[in-house]
């Protein structure tokens, strides 16, 4: 083993820490809630100015020092990182067990030509190692190096250049998405409405909007009380404001949206002010997700999530890391990327529903809604005839929408693939290579042996699966029959 040779990163990456500070704070605001309460309803006027004064003398100098202990060494076969200011963490992580390389050019470090790279390897679902501010040609060929298909211990200088060298060649597939394009994108993933539920949850646990917000808004915004339609179309206008915005955010996340395929390495480039650069080769391939929700139908636009390892609470966090993400496709574009990801074709496929059994649990209780809302309607003096159309209304809807769910689940198998499809205003499959599967359980509750059925759990590398309902015969012979194919198939698992 030849001697390691420790480096720092760049002044400038102190950046990188301080706002990795700042995320923290941001994914963790709720942990904070007591505080905030606290400064909202204490009548002090320092307090809030010591509060966030403290906070962030604590994020400047907890980013000086970890940049001050921050090392890092590049081996021919591994990366090795030591962190750490009171509690000291060394890692060794060897290029043959990298399950995915990102390059994050942020936009503080675009002008210096400086990259960030993150590393998931496949012990691990979230990132373990993240390397801040290392020079974009040097980052690159780390990148080719440890995403090389045979990469290994005696890995040399011929086979790096070998490998940079077909990086560089012509990709096999190119694609461009257009500005149009994105803005759909934005439009079907839309999540600003959870963060608005998150800032008004806090909000609401103090006296802020009833004792400040409300009292000003009664003052000077007199006019609002004038007219019902009024308040309707400024409420509608502030919910447009946000859903803009948005989009907004999609457009910064996705500008510029370029896929390419290269030797079966699907690589996707994107981002206006920080350039995100994601890949995957298809080896290490655990479930291809499918996606369309109600806006996605209108639009006629899909999008498709390619895991390698299941998330961890905190992957989960840094915005899909075990994944790969395209978030707006043709139903054209959608069966040529099935094409290259060797899925079979939908007019192939036979689906297979589940038992009418499923229906008698939901039922149960959706069976309780109806006298539930004529007591309801009856305490609050309801006449008894609206109460008896609301309650079977009510009924009628969440009874049919369960039965959609049921008619519209199914699963199959073909090729060596296990698919299974659910929704109702939506749709989403969930495709999983069968001979990648560690585990295959037959479950049964006290419910399902009462009934003669079981639940059979496939658990694999991007999280588990299940298929419930099947008779207990057929739950067993899909466990012998499934176990027998994994362990007759050599393809490769990584």
């Known amino acids: 083993m030849t001697e390691l040779v420790w480096q720092r990163t760049p002044i400038l990456t102190i950046g990188f820490f301080i706002a990795k500070e700042v995320r923290n704070l941001v994914r963790n605001i709720t942990n904070f809630i007591p505080v905030l309460a606290a400064i909202f309803v204490s009548n002090s006027d320092w307090l809030p100015y010591a509060v966030i004064g403290g906070y962030l003398v604590f994020i400047v100098v907890s980013a000086f020092l970890n940049h001050h202990f921050f090392l890092y060494a590049l081996a021919d076969d591994a990366v090795h990182l030591r962190t750490g200011v009171f509690g000291k963490k060394s890692l060794t992580l060897k290029y043959e067990r990298i399950q995915q390389a990102e390059l994050d050019q942020s936009w503080y470090f675009r002008p210096f030509d400086l990259v960030i790279l993150r590393v998931d390897s496949a012990g691990s679902a979230g990132k373990e190692v993240e390397i801040p501010g290392l020079p974009f040609n040097l980052a690159q060929d780390l990148r080719q190096r440890m995403l090389a298909q045979t990469a290994s211990a005696k890995a040399t200088t011929e086979n790096t250049v070998a490998d940079r060298e077909q990086t560089e060649a012509p990709a096999e597939t190119e694609l461009t998405f257009s500005m149009s394009e994105i803005v759909r994108a934005g439009i079907m993933d839309n999540k600003i409405f959870v963060l608005l539920a998150v800032l008004i949850y806090p909000l609401s646990q103090t006296d802020m909007l009833e004792e400040r917000l409300v009292p000003w808004l009664e003052a000077n915004v007199s006019f609002l009380e004038e007219s019902l339609w009024l308040n309707i ?7 447009a404001v946000l859903f803009i915005l948005a ?65 961890s609470a905190h992957a989960q966090q840094q915005s ?54 004529l007591l309801v309607t009856y305490a609050n003096d309801v006449p008894l005839m609206n109460g008896f159309f609301t309650a079977a209304l009510l009924w009628l809807a969440i009874q049919g929408y369960a039965i959609a769910r049921w008619r519209n689940y199914g699963f199959t198998i073909s090729n060596g693939w296990l698919a299974i499809k659910r929704g109702v205003f939506g749709r989403k499959e969930n495709w999983y290579p069968l001979h990648k599967a560690q585990q295959i359980d037959v479950y049964q509750s006290p419910w399902l042996r009462l009934l003669g059925y079981a639940d059979v759990f496939v658990h694999t590398a991007a999280g588990p699966e299940v298929i419930k309902y099947q008779p207990v015969s057929s739950a067993l012979a899909m466990q012998r029959e499934w176990a027998s194919m994994i362990g007759s198939n050599h393809q490769r698992w990584m």
């Not at 179309?233 to 919910?239: P, Q, R």
Request: aromatic content about 12%; charged content about 15%; hydrophobic content about 45%.
């Open 247 to 311: 989009v907004g955010v999609t457009l910064i996340r996705y500008y510029n949206l370029h896929f390419s395929i290269l030797n079966e390495r699907y690589q996707a480039r994107s981002g206006l002010f920080t350039i995100r650069t994601v890949s995957f080769r298809y080896q290490k391939l655990q479930r291809v997700q499918l996606r369309q929700n109600f806006r996605g139908r209108l639009l006629k636009r899909f999008s498709i999530r390619v895991s390698q390892l299941q998330p």
């Open 320 to 373: 899909g890391s075990a994944s790969f993400v395209l978030p707006v496709l043709t139903q054209h574009l959608v069966t040529e990327l099935c094409g290259w990801l060797k899925l079979p074709r939908s007019g192939d496929l036979n689906w297979q529903g589940i038992s009418f059994i499923a229906l008698l649990n939901p039922s149960f209780w959706i069976a309780l809604i109806a006298p539930t809302v």
């Open 233 to 239: 179309g400024l409420a509608v206008a502030a919910l």
